[in-house]
């Protein structure tokens, strides 16, 4: 593992050794943790983003989701 160096303000830096000593891991362990948490809502929060704007330029509406959902899979059920 490469060996890397971030700056982190004092209180981010107190929460941190907060949650490792709660969670009976390292400060490197809850810090690989938090990064890989917030990089992977980062991309789940693009993905509905970018469904939301799919939704809004495709036309259709809430309302629309479940038959449309149901016709896919009714599609679906024969291959």
Not at 30 to 33: I, K, N, S
Not at 69 to 74: A, D, H, L, P
């Given at each position: 593992?490469?060996?890397?160096?971030?700056?982190?303000s004092d209180d981010?830096?107190?929460?941190?050794e907060q949650r490792a000593e709660a969670d009976?891991?390292?400060v490197e362990e809850?810090?690989?943790?938090a990064v890989r948490i917030?990089?992977?809502e980062g991309r789940w929060r693009s993905l509905l983003a970018k469904g939301r704007r799919y939704g809004r330029?495709?036309?259709?509406?809430?309302d629309d989701v479940e038959a449309l959902?149901?016709?896919?899979?009714?599609e679906n059920r024969g291959r």
């Open positions: 593992m490469a060996e890397n160096h971030i700056k982190l981010l830096m107190k929460l941190l009976g891991v390292s809850a810090a690989t943790q917030g990089l992977e330029e495709s036309g259709y509406t809430e959902v149901q016709s896919f899979r009714n």
